[in-house]
């Protein structure tokens, strides 16, 4: 009674097309119980629809019909052709090798339609098998296919040659049975045939090469004789993975590559001769000319396809041929500018490939501005591409320092820019490894940090903590302390994480510092600045105030060992009588005769007072880096201000000598 | 292993044939074809037709309302997979005569046995459409 209004394949299609979007997910669960009871019908056309109608809402909307496998090998031995072509399709499309048990059960199937006299039959099982294959199955059918592999039939012939790939993948025994029957078919007339071969051997060689590097000469004949193109770039394949082992065989096959290339018009075989060349054929420079002279005419193309496959070789012949990307340099910049993301990456990688020493400051510059009016996604890829391939090697590539950081201060106000944090740690790297460059450093910093607008950027924050670090840390190149101070402490720093405000605290702690001891050493002509620097810089009072203790600046430096302050010569105003061995710089004297005109005893107040003020609040904070950074300051401050107030007052050498008494 | 899945996707996004050649449970399937239909359906036509996506590639080309999604390994000829697209669509059409997304719904068995025809273990076995559709037509007529 229920097959009477069984629902074929059909209804079930038009039925979804008109269930409404909510409704669908119920009406397959609903056709699904029909299927599970129409299945069980010995009537085998019932269960035919019924499985077919499964499979389709397997294929299509992802229900599972693994419960439906028995059902599927049962229907797959039907004398009713399309009964079993039906099974067997349902068994390709849904079977898992790995888990399906009843996989077994069709060996006994596979085999008589293996012996079929009906090709079509013999091709259903072989395209089947390919799908389902397990190491049980391909053992168990590897004589059948020995069998077809010799078929009178060039229909069944080709088909057994194609299926025998997964054969061996899963039972590499059977390699070793049938591979003599496989190479007598590379000399077949059959196209068909000839090109299942070929293909065949394209996927073994790709794994293993060096095992057929012996059908060589076999590969050759059709490599001139052919001209099919899917077969010659399945050859041309094979041969790109052959040629590096043997080079007398890559002397051979240059020209017929090339003159392949000449001739043809199908620009999947030029693409195909384009990458052999330039992958595997790269020694012989007339022909990777005319491949480059190929790749030419796919970047100037219209056609976004080939302009993205031209930059992609271009990338592969770059490594070994620069002069390759060089004349097309152009075209490949002017991809930067194209409305496919994909070709716009391609140039970007090639672009990189082409700096070096000598262009990398205009190459940057171009970039730069094609970041500016680029979307954001690729504006950083740019950004990236740009600190990624100077810092390589520690900076290999950069000569001018100076104008590298420059650069890093330019990318950190691009309004995209979301590579603060690698700008941040190559500054500071580079702060660390160059000393010439400090005083431009200093100088960059200085005008990241005295905008107040930054503060507000989420992006920029990285850059600016690298900014007070390093403007703390080479304060003696400052050439203006004062002002470093004032904005170090300017009051939008409170938008600063805390974490970034710390650094902040302690870079005005070292400015701090540094001002006090270059306005108590220059005070006067003589230097003994040896103990000033030891008393004052290594903080070494002996006696603490009740609150706080001032902890020596080398281990408060958050970038803990990686430098000492003990290594760092303090400038001197004046150098008479110092033994040292340190150089001043035409920078340091400038600085420093700056400073001597800037630190009067009024200004060193004001910069005390200003600390005071702007630090005082902080040293209540619940953030325990900024209360103890702070303290530490202020602590400084009580300690040093009476010396201060001293120091113009009597002459210098007893006062400032030794430890401090009177606290 | 060279083509590794052929999917035809309509633009809304639902699939209207999909045939892997390695295999992958439902819940990848169904992943892997969300993933690519959105990449592939937000580009436009002035872009090229290839898309990397994990460590394979996808090509792709659009016809009427259906788009034609391969995926192949890295290695293989991109210019070649979009001809191979096209002799698909050229066999289907003579098939069907000017095949369109409909044909494909009520005939999803007939578009599986010209792509099983053409493509066994991921490899492209025949190009001659009448090669193709011999077989086919033979089992038409037989029935």
Same mark, same amino acid.
């Given at each position: 009674?229920e097959?009477?209004?069984?629902?074929s394949?059909d209804d079930l299609?038009?039925?979804l097309?008109?269930?409404p979007?909510?409704?669908e997910?119920?009406?397959i669960?609903?056709?699904?119980?029909?299927?599970?009871?129409?299945?069980?019908s010995t009537?085998s056309?019932?269960k035919a629809?019924?499985?077919?109608?499964?499979t389709?809402?397997?294929?299509?909307?992802?229900?599972?019909?693994?419960?439906a496998?028995?059902?599927?090998?049962?229907?797959?031995?039907?004398?009713?052709h399309?009964?079993k072509?039906l099974?067997?399709?349902s068994?390709? =499309?849904?079977f898992?090798?790995?888990?399906?048990d009843?996989?077994?059960?069709l060996?006994?199937q596979?085999?008589?339609d293996?012996?079929s006299s009906?090709?079509?039959?013999? +091709?259903?099982?072989? $395209?089947?098998l390919s799908?389902i294959s397990?190491?049980?199955?391909s053992r168990d059918?590897?004589?059948d296919?020995f069998t077809l592999l010799?078929?009178?039939?060039n229909f069944v012939?080709?088909?057994?040659?194609a299926a025998?790939?997964r054969?061996?993948?899963?039972?590499?025994e059977?390699?070793?049975? $049938?591979?003599?029957r496989?190479?007598?078919?590379?000399?077949?007339?059959?196209m068909?045939? %000839?090109?299942?071969?070929?293909?065949?051997?394209c996927?073994?060689?790709?794994?293993?090469?060096?095992s057929?590097?012996?059908l060589?000469p076999e590969?050759?004949?059709i490599?001139?004789d052919?001209?099919?193109?899917?077969?010659?770039i399945?050859?041309?394949?094979?041969?790109?993975?052959?040629?590096?082992?043997?080079?007398?065989l890559a002397k051979?096959?240059?020209e017929p590559? $090339?003159?392949h290339?000449?001739r043809?018009?199908?620009?999947s075989?030029?693409f195909?001769c384009?990458n052999?060349?330039?992958t595997?054929?790269?020694?012989?420079?007339?022909a990777v000319k005319l491949a480059?002279m190929k790749i030419?005419?796919?970047?100037?193309d219209?056609d976004?396809?080939?302009k993205?496959?031209?930059l992609q070789?271009l990338?592969i012949?770059?490594a070994?041929?620069?002069?390759?990307v060089?004349?097309n340099?152009?075209?490949?910049i002017?991809s930067?500018?194209d409305?496919?993301?994909?070709i716009? =990456?391609?140039?970007?990688?090639l672009?990189?490939?082409?700096?070096?020493?000598?262009?990398?400051?205009?190459?940057c510059?171009v970039?730069?501005?094609?970041?500016l009016?680029?979307?954001?996604?690729f504006?950083n890829?740019?950004?990236?591409?740009?600190l +990624?391939? $100077?810092?390589?090697?520690?900076?290999d590539?950069?000569?001018?320092?100076d104008?590298?950081?420059?650069? =890093?201060?330019?990318?950190s106000?691009?309004?995209?820019c979301?590579k603060?944090?690698?700008?941040?740690?190559? %500054?500071?790297d580079?702060?660390?490894r160059?000393?010439?460059v400090?005083?431009?450093?200093v100088h960059?910093?200085?005008g990241?940090?005295i905008?107040p607008?930054?503060l507000?950027?989420?992006?920029?924050?990285?850059?600016l903590?690298?900014?007070?670090?390093?403007?703390?840390?080479y304060v003696?190149? +400052?050439r203006n302390?004062l002002e470093?101070?004032?904005?170090l %402490?300017q009051?939008r720093?409170?938008?600063?994480?805390?974490?970034?405000?710390?650094?902040?605290?302690q870079?005005?702690f070292k400015?701090?510092?540094?001002?006090?001891?270059s306005f108590l +050493?220059c005070?006067?002509?003589t230097?003994?600045?040896?103990?000033?620097t030891?008393?004052?810089l290594?903080?070494d009072?002996?006696?603490?105030?009740d609150?706080?203790t001032i902890a020596p600046?080398?281990?408060?430096?958050i970038?803990?060992g990686?430098i000492?302050?003990?290594?760092?010569?303090?400038p001197?105003?004046?150098?008479?009588?110092?033994?040292d061995?340190s150089m001043i710089?035409?920078?340091?004297?400038s600085?420093?005769?700056?400073r001597?005109?800037?630190?009067?005893?009024?200004?060193?107040?004001?910069?005390?007072n200003?600390?005071?003020?702007? %630090?005082g609040?902080?040293?209540?904070?619940?953030?325990?880096e900024?209360q103890?950074?702070?303290?530490?300051?202020?602590?400084?401050?009580?300690?040093?201000?009476?010396?201060i107030?001293?120091?113009?007052?009597?002459?210098?050498?007893?006062?400032?000598?030794?430890e401090p008494e009177?606290? | 292993m060279?083509?590794?899945?052929?999917?035809?996707?309509n633009k809304?996004g639902?699939?209207?044939?999909a045939?892997?050649?390695?295999?992958?449970?439902i819940e990848e399937?169904?992943?892997l074809?969300?993933e690519?239909?959105?990449?592939?359906?937000a580009?436009?036509?002035?872009?090229?037709?290839?898309v990397?996506?994990r460590?394979y590639?996808?090509?792709?080309?659009?016809y009427?309302?259906?788009?034609f999604?391969v995926?192949?390994?890295n290695e293989?000829n991109?210019?070649?997979?979009l001809?191979?697209i096209?002799?698909?669509?050229e066999?289907?059409?003579?098939?069907?005569?000017?095949?369109?997304e409909?044909?494909?719904?009520f005939h999803l068995?007939?578009?599986?046995f010209?792509?099983e025809e053409?493509?066994?273990?991921?490899?492209?076995?025949?190009?001659s459409?009448s090669?193709?559709?011999s077989?086919i037509?033979?089992?038409?007529?037989?029935?």
């Open positions: 009674m097959s009477l209004f069984q629902r394949l299609i038009k039925g097309r008109l269930s979007p909510g409704v997910a119920a009406f669960a609903k056709s699904v119980d029909e299927i599970r009871r129409e299945i069980k009537d056309q019932t629809t019924a499985l077919q109608k499964l389709y809402l397997h294929s299509l909307h992802g229900v599972d019909m693994s419960w496998a028995f059902p599927a090998v049962e229907l797959s031995s039907s004398a009713v399309s009964h072509r099974a067997f399709l068994a390709s =499309l849904s898992n090798p790995n888990t399906t009843v996989i077994l059960l060996t006994h596979l085999r008589k293996f012996s009906n090709p079509h039959d013999v +091709s259903l099982a072989l $395209c089947t799908s397990t190491p049980d199955l059918l590897t004589p296919l010799n078929s009178s039939k012939k080709k088909k057994a040659i025998i790939l054969v061996f993948e899963q039972y590499p059977a390699v070793r049975v $049938c591979f003599k496989i190479v007598e078919n590379l000399e077949s007339s059959d068909g045939v %000839l090109s299942a071969a070929v293909g065949l051997f996927e073994l060689a790709v794994k293993e090469p060096r057929y590097l012996p060589a590969f050759y004949k490599l001139v052919s001209r099919n193109n899917w077969v010659l399945k050859v041309l394949k094979i041969f790109a993975k052959l040629a590096p082992l043997e080079p007398r051979r096959i240059v590559i $090339c003159e290339l000449r043809t018009g199908a620009k075989l030029e195909e384009v052999t060349i330039v595997s054929l790269s020694e012989y420079e007339p480059v030419q005419e796919f970047l100037l219209n976004p396809n080939l993205y496959l031209g070789a990338a012949v770059a070994k041929h620069s002069w390759a060089l004349e340099k152009d075209v490949v002017k930067l500018d409305v496919d993301v994909n716009k =990456l391609e140039a970007l990688q672009v990189m490939a082409m700096v070096s020493e000598d262009n990398v400051a205009e190459i510059k970039l730069i501005s094609y970041a009016k680029s979307d954001p996604e504006c890829e740019i950004l990236g591409s740009i +990624s391939t $100077c810092s390589r090697n520690f900076y590539v950069i000569v001018d320092f104008w590298y950081v420059s650069l =890093l201060g330019e990318m106000r691009i309004p995209h979301q603060g944090e690698e700008i941040e740690t190559q %500054l500071i580079i702060g660390m160059v000393k010439d400090r005083p431009e450093l960059i910093a200085r990241l940090l905008d607008a930054l507000g950027n989420p992006f920029i924050r990285k850059v903590s690298a900014a007070a670090w390093l403007s703390g840390e003696e190149f +400052s302390p470093l101070m004032e904005s %402490l009051p720093t409170c938008l600063l994480p805390p974490p970034i405000r710390a650094v902040y605290i870079s005005a400015v701090l510092t540094f001002c006090i001891y +050493s005070g006067d002509d230097s003994y600045h040896s103990e000033l030891d008393s004052v290594k903080g009072f002996q006696e603490s105030s609150t706080v600046i080398s281990d408060t430096d970038y803990d990686l000492t302050r003990s290594s760092h010569q303090p001197k105003c004046v150098s008479t009588g110092n033994g061995d710089s035409h920078e340091q004297i600085s420093a005769s700056l001597k005109q800037q630190l009067t005893q009024k200004s060193i107040m004001d910069l005390v200003l600390v005071e003020t702007n %630090l609040p902080l040293a209540g904070s619940h953030e325990v900024i103890e950074r702070a303290s530490n300051v202020l602590g400084m401050i009580e300690l040093i201000k009476p010396r107030h001293s120091s113009t007052d009597e002459s210098e050498g007893d006062k400032i000598k030794g009177s606290f | 060279g083509i590794r899945f052929v999917l035809m996707v809304q639902q699939t209207r044939l045939q892997y050649y390695e295999y992958l449970t399937r169904r992943a074809e969300g690519i239909v959105r990449k592939c359906l580009r436009n036509e002035q872009q090229c037709s290839f990397e996506h460590n590639k996808i090509v792709y080309r659009r009427a309302s259906l788009f999604l995926g192949v390994d293989e991109e210019l070649a997979i001809e191979f096209h002799l698909l669509v066999t289907m059409d003579r098939h069907f005569g000017n095949v369109c409909l044909d494909i719904m068995e007939k578009a599986h010209m792509l053409m493509v066994m273990n991921g490899c492209i076995v025949e190009t459409k090669n193709i559709l077989p037509q033979l089992m038409e007529k037989a029935s």
